[in-house]
């Protein structure tokens, strides 16, 4: 995107990355929408006469959706790409009731997802690269997977209620994120958002085989949309 005349700030969530926090640990959702609070805010600042894109991707992307409908302060134009709707292998009966109990008496005890590094690209050299980089982890917390789950109930009730232009895409072969969730929510309310759906892409529609194509069409979008 920068190659292209777009300016981009980026961050790691709390418990992410360098930044503080354990691993995969939050206390509520809306903690997160404070980040993101924080980000739009230096974006005007460094960029007062520019529009701003707001951009996430998987859980990043339930978190855009979520801020578009809490935050007094929107951006220009959104992208979110892969949400976290519904997982393609969510947890059984069982296993819920465990973290629904889990949740009450110890919520941030962590837990790994299960996922695999194939699961999020099927790039050459991905898996490697991504085995070896030390600040992914693969886990969560018992209140993280709690209050995604609660917030996504939240976005699902209240999702035609988003104003901003919507670019909303995710690849029908995602191994992560079930697509057909997403489809459905779209078709329920369709509003002023574009919905893609991507053959070959995977879970990263931006780190796959056809990701030029994408970024090519994300440009395309925002020049339209500005």
Not at 188 to 209: M, V
Request: aromatic content about 10%; proline content about 4%; hydrophobic content about 40%.
């Amino acid at each position: 995107l920068t190659a292209r005349n777009i300016s981009v700030l980026a961050f790691d969530y709390r418990g992410h990355g360098r930044s503080a926090g354990k691993h995969g640990v939050i206390r509520h959702f809306d903690d997160l929408l404070k980040d993101v609070t924080l980000l739009h805010e230096k974006a005007k600042e460094l960029f007062p006469s520019i529009p701003v894109i707001l951009y996430g991707h998987s859980l990043g992307a339930t978190i855009v959706l979520s801020y578009l409908l809490k935050s007094p302060s929107l951006p220009d134009l959104a992208i979110a790409t892969s949400p976290w709707l519904q997982l393609n292998k969510p947890p059984g009966k069982f296993v819920l009731s465990l973290i629904k109990t889990g949740n009450r008496i110890a919520p941030f005890v962590t837990f790994k997802t299960g996922l695999h590094s194939s699961d999020f690209s099927t790039l050459d050299g991905f898996s490697e690269k991504r085995e070896k980089d030390e600040l992914v982890h693969n886990r969560i917390s018992l209140r993280f997977f709690s209050e995604v789950e609660k917030e996504v109930q939240w976005i699902e009730s209240h999702f035609s209620e988003i104003e901003t232009p919507l670019l909303l895409m995710q690849g029908v072969d995602d191994r992560i994120m079930n697509v057909a969730a997403t489809r459905k929510l779209y078709d329920r309310f369709p509003g002023q958002i574009n919905y893609i759906e991507w053959e070959h892409s995977g879970h990263q529609l931006h780190n796959s085989e056809r990701s030029g194509e994408v970024i090519d069409f994300i440009i395309d979008w925002i020049k339209e949309g500005i």
